[in-house]
């Protein structure tokens, strides 16, 4: 058992303690808090990933690959006020790849890529719905502020149902193919008991902001460190925060003005998913290139 995924259990169940000891107005504010920090700093350094994937490169530009990453944004940012239904749906299918392949990423080594890719969409889909089922009137609202569409049953039970199905006879065939060790399957299978009591014993934003940070960010980041500094020791912390800093600066100055211009036509919850989702799409894409670089440097 890793001290990352020891971290996470104990983490999640110390939110848990936060969840039955402080008003829920709390709960709102500090998760936000954590998002704009810890959730926003592990998607920051976009730059120095791609940064370290070319480095051997002939035709790496920093000022093309500057441009073209700040043209993701915006065309997100843009979708989201002219078409936030779309914008919306692309956001949650990018997450759920995004979420399955960071957490799955170390377990699935054996199989093709049209298998794994195919879990990790589906596994990050069950995620996300194991937190809608539990929080069914709170996602149609925010849905109706973001879109202006009135949805009347989000179809999460069946959905959920056939995701957990899928997921559990992938898992099987994994183990039966001794592609992954029982360890391994029964740690993910309790990892989803805890997350399933977090999110029945939470509010939307708490529970999404426990998963986003303890079982995704925190780890995220610990791969990112490794990847360019070769270890996780305090001094390669220290030095990705430095290089962060200035555009996690940058991408709060962003939200704020986003808010600023906006806030007349949009609510707090429309601005919110659109900077988050403006940064998660070129965000997942580099994270695809990390993990691939990754494995070819293995071999």
């Known amino acids: ?37 810890f959730g926003m700093i592990h998607g920051s350094n976009d730059l120095l990933i791609i940064d370290k994937i070319l480095e051997k490169s ?9 441009t073209a990453y700040l043209l993701i944004v915006s065309l997100a940012i843009l979708i989201f006020y002219w078409a936030p239904t779309l914008a919306l749906l692309l956001f949650v299918l990018f997450s759920a790849y ?14 093709n890529p049209l298998t ?4 990790y969409f589906c596994y990050g889909m069950l995620i996300l719905f194991l937190l809608f ?3 069914d009137t709170g996602v149609k609202s925010i849905i109706f502020e973001i879109t202006g569409r ?3 049953n989000l179809h999460t039970l069946p959905i959920l149902a056939t995701l957990g199905i899928y997921t559990g006879i992938a898992l099987i065939i994994e183990l039966y193919y001794n592609r992954m060790s029982t360890e391994m399957a029964l740690t993910e299978l309790f990892s989803l008991v805890v997350l399933t009591i977090i999110f029945s014993s939470s509010t939307l934003i708490w529970g999404f902001t426990i998963y986003f940070i303890v079982w995704h960010s925190i780890p995220s980041l610990s791969e990112q460190i490794k990847f360019v500094y070769g270890d996780f020791k305090l001094e ?4 990705y925060c430095k290089s962060a800093a200035p ?4 991408s709060l100055i962003g939200m704020v003005g986003l808010y600023t211009i906006f806030s007349g036509d949009k609510h707090f919850y429309s601005l919110f998913f659109a900077f988050i989702a403006a940064v998660t799409f070129p965000h997942a894409f580099v994270m695809v290139k990390m993990f691939s670089k990754k494995k070819h440097n293995h071999k």
């Open 1 to 37: 058992m890793s001290n990352i995924f020891r971290f996470s259990i104990v983490t999640s169940f110390l939110g848990l303690w936060i969840t039955t000891h402080v008003p829920e107005s709390f709960e709102l504010v500090f998760g936000f808090i954590l998002i704009f920090t």
């Open 58 to 66: 002939k035709y790496y530009s920093k000022l093309s690959v500057l």
């Open 98 to 111: 995004h979420f399955g392949e960071q957490h799955w990423e170390h377990s699935f080594t054996k199989s």
């Open 116 to 119: 794994k890719s195919t879990f």
């Open 133 to 135: 089922a539990f929080n």
């Open 150 to 152: 009135q949805l009347v």
């Open 236 to 239: 390669s912390v220290l030095k």
């Open 247 to 250: 555009y996690w600066i940058i």
